[in-house]
């Protein structure tokens, strides 16, 4: 299972232990249920070990080295995560991916690997418009094809990271593309909403709690059990009541 966590205020480093707080409870969580757990940095070019704090210097860093950093580059630490996950005795080689705001990004585009049978994206931003990396123009819903896998795509209604109509024009994507996919969207819920530290008046417990249920319910079916591949889902639904 891989965590692709680096929110703007919040950047998973090398380490293993060197994280903020609410990724590694995020990340502890999801291990708690037998799973296997990565959370790699995605800023290892521009920093050392220790975790950026929540402040202003931290954030503006953190904003700089993403739209500094070339698209290749995002995508190489993916694919050396998920080969040293599946190069592990105990891996099964069925690979999950979530991660949060930035790091949501980045657990859509690990879905291009053909590896990866489920991805939670919680608030991914800069996906609608098309800005991530270097020269801020990313492929990521050109590429939608190329997911094999499921997706979980998990917004709040009042998110300006990602506004209306950039959630529609996701969400019109993947429903064109025909890929299999849920898309929830809290009524009330801001950007940040199961950031569980510092989350400036967002976090929202039970709403975490309720979205963590949708995460170990696809991770569960996708990655624990050996039903072989999917059938069927293709044929006309009956319309009856």
Same mark, same amino acid.
């Given at each position: 299972m891989l965590i692709t966590e680096t929110h703007q205020d919040v950047q998973t480093q090398d380490g293993g232990s =060197?994280?903020?707080?609410p990724v590694e409870r995020f990340a502890r969580q999801i291990a708690g249920h037998g799973y296997i757990? *990565? *959370?790699p940095s995605s800023y290892h070019e521009f920093t050392g070990p220790a975790a950026l704090a929540y402040d202003g210097p931290g954030t503006d860093s953190g904003n700089a080295w993403k739209i500094e950093k070339k698209l290749s580059a995002y995508d190489e630490d993916a694919t050396l995560s998920i080969d040293c996950l599946v190069?592990? &005795?105990?891996?099964?080689?069925?690979?999950? *991916?979530?991660? =949060?705001?930035?790091? /949501?990004h980045l657990a859509f585009r690990? !879905?291009?690997d053909k590896r990866v049978r489920a991805a939670v994206c919680y608030f991914a931003t800069d996906v609608h418009s098309h800005s991530l990396g270097k020269g @801020?123009?990313?492929?990521s819903l050109q590429?939608? @094809? &190329?997911?094999?896998?499921?997706?979980?795509m998990i917004f709040g209604k009042?998110?300006?990271?990602?506004?209306? !109509? /950039?959630?529609d024009l996701i969400r019109k994507t993947l429903h064109e593309t025909g890929i299999t996919f849920s898309f929830f969207e809290a009524a009330w819920a801001q950007h940040a909403f199961i950031r569980d530290e510092l989350s400036k008046g967002r976090y929202d417990p039970a709403l975490a709690g309720l979205c963590f249920q949708m995460l170990l319910e696809l991770f569960e079916r996708t990655l624990?059990?050996?039903?072989?591949?999917? &059938?069927?889902?293709? &044929?006309e639904v009956e319309d009856v009541c």
């Amino acid at each position: 299972m891989l965590i692709t966590e680096t929110h703007q205020d919040v950047q998973t480093q090398d380490g293993g232990s =060197m994280l903020t707080g609410p990724v590694e409870r995020f990340a502890r969580q999801i291990a708690g249920h037998g799973y296997i757990v *990565a *959370a790699p940095s995605s800023y290892h070019e521009f920093t050392g070990p220790a975790a950026l704090a929540y402040d202003g210097p931290g954030t503006d860093s953190g904003n700089a080295w993403k739209i500094e950093k070339k698209l290749s580059a995002y995508d190489e630490d993916a694919t050396l995560s998920i080969d040293c996950l599946v190069g592990l &005795e105990t891996c099964n080689g069925r690979i999950g *991916a979530t991660g =949060m705001c930035l790091g /949501g990004h980045l657990a859509f585009r690990c !879905a291009f690997d053909k590896r990866v049978r489920a991805a939670v994206c919680y608030f991914a931003t800069d996906v609608h418009s098309h800005s991530l990396g270097k020269g @801020k123009e990313d492929d990521s819903l050109q590429r939608v @094809k &190329e997911i094999k896998g499921e997706l979980v795509m998990i917004f709040g209604k009042r998110d300006n990271h990602v506004p209306p !109509a /950039g959630r529609d024009l996701i969400r019109k994507t993947l429903h064109e593309t025909g890929i299999t996919f849920s898309f929830f969207e809290a009524a009330w819920a801001q950007h940040a909403f199961i950031r569980d530290e510092l989350s400036k008046g967002r976090y929202d417990p039970a709403l975490a709690g309720l979205c963590f249920q949708m995460l170990l319910e696809l991770f569960e079916r996708t990655l624990n059990g050996d039903l072989g591949p999917r &059938e069927g889902g293709d &044929e006309e639904v009956e319309d009856v009541c």
